[in-house]
Each structure stands twice: as C-alpha cells, then as structure tokens.
C-alpha cells in the first residue's frame, strides 16, 4: 500500500531556531501533499496545499513567511518552521494522494512532534 | 461552510461492538473517511465510502451513511483492545479538490 515517511518523528528546539520537517512519499508520486496541524486532543487544522513545482497554497491565519513549504520533487515536499516560538509546539502531520487518482485516499505521514524551549 | 461533528468519547467493553458516529452539514460531500490515530503516531486510513453507496463492509469494519441525515458511521466488531484509539471521519466535497475537512475525533477505549 501508498505509504508517506515523515521526518523526523521528535524535535526539540529552542526559540528563535528554525526546524524542517519532511515528507516523502515512498511508493508513488505525489503532485499535492498537505500539511497538518494537531493540538492537543483536537482535530486536525490544514495549514497548507503543498504544489509540486509551484508556491503553496495557506489556509486563511497561517503566516506562509513562518511557515515555509517547498515541494521541489514529486515525492518530496518540506515545511520549515522559521525563528520558531513555544507557541509553535505541535504535532504537525503531512499528507500525500497518488497523483491521478482524484479522490483516491490521503495517506498521512506518523507525525512530527515539535517542541519549541 | 462544512461542519463535521462527532462525539467526543465512548467506552466500550473487550468483545463488544463499538458504534463511532459522525454528521456533517455539507450535502456535497463526494468521499467520507475513517481514520485511526493511535497515540503520538500519525493517521491511519481504516475506510472509506463513496458518497453514493449506503454501506460497505471490510473485515470487522462496516461503514453506514444516510445521506439524507447527512450521518456516518463506523461499528467495530468484535472489539479488541488494540482498537483503543482516536477515531476521525472526514470528507471531501464535490469542487473542493483534495481538501479533506475532519470531524473533532472519538477517542475509544476499550476494557477489558
């Protein structure tokens, strides 16, 4: 089955740093990947549509100049937490689709836990 | 805009059948999901459904959707500790490409 790799899994940073996270998709392409955010015992938020090859689509209140995303191959795609902040601290989760199969399911990654000191 | 809704825990014992429920408020929808999460791992697709079928069956999984209360749910068979988790529905709409809108999660636990 599709499967996405997220790296890495745990990141301690402190403020002020910036933290990449990535995610690939190990067995097919993906020309749209997604990124997630999950707080604790909450749903999850889509911050951004990463586009291969093309800038990012953000969700209305996601500063794309914090959070950067760049999806230079089609099984590749990176969000970069700049000059992080305590309030930065989350589970961020990405998510990829098989690339022609409109519709087919999303397959997420296992998740990044960021904590920022 | 869509809505997604669940309820937020259930409790259920080892061997029971577990019933997870979920409405939403768009009539658009084309596909609906389940997703497991276990703790501090990412999402696992369980199942998903076609807006245009009523039921779909997968081991010990069966999904039901009514369209017209616009409510899905998933029962478990069988229940096992294992399927002690948080449970997400989502849905994408019709002209709303791959966006997935989740619902707020049940977290099952299973006793033994």
């Known amino acids: 089955g599709a499967v996405v790799s997220q790296h890495p899994s745990r990141v301690i940073c402190k403020s002020g740093t910036s933290v990449k996270i990535e995610c690939r998709s190990l067995d097919f392409q993906a020309t749209t990947m997604f990124w997630y955010r999950q707080f604790p015992k909450k749903s999850l938020m889509l911050m951004a549509t990463?586009?291969?090859?093309?800038?990012?689509?953000?969700e209305q209140g996601v500063e794309k100049d914090k959070f950067l995303i760049n999806h230079a191959s089609l099984t590749l795609s990176t969000l970069t937490v700049t000059s992080a902040h305590p309030e930065d601290s989350s589970f961020y989760i990405c998510s990829a689709r098989r690339t022609g199969l409109n519709n087919s399911p999303l397959h997420f990654g296992n998740g990044t836990r960021l904590t920022v000191t | 805009g869509e809505d997604v809704e669940q309820s937020l825990f259930l409790s259920v014992r080892e061997g029971d059948s577990s019933v997870i429920n979920c409405t939403y408020t768009d009539s658009s929808s084309t596909y609906l999901y389940w997703y497991k999460q276990e703790p501090g791992a990412g999402l696992q697709l369980l199942t998903y459904?076609?807006?245009?079928?009523d039921m779909k069956q997968d081991q010990r999984l069966t999904v039901l959707l009514n369209k017209k209360d616009k409510h899905l749910s998933l029962r478990i068979a069988d229940t096992q500790t294992g399927d002690s988790a948080i449970y997400f529905c989502a849905e994408t709409l019709t002209g709303g490409g791959n966006k997935l809108t989740f619902g707020t999660g049940t977290q099952l636990k299973v006793e033994l």
């Open positions: 990463s586009n291969e090859g093309s800038k990012a689509t953000y």
């Open positions: 459904i076609f807006s245009n079928m």
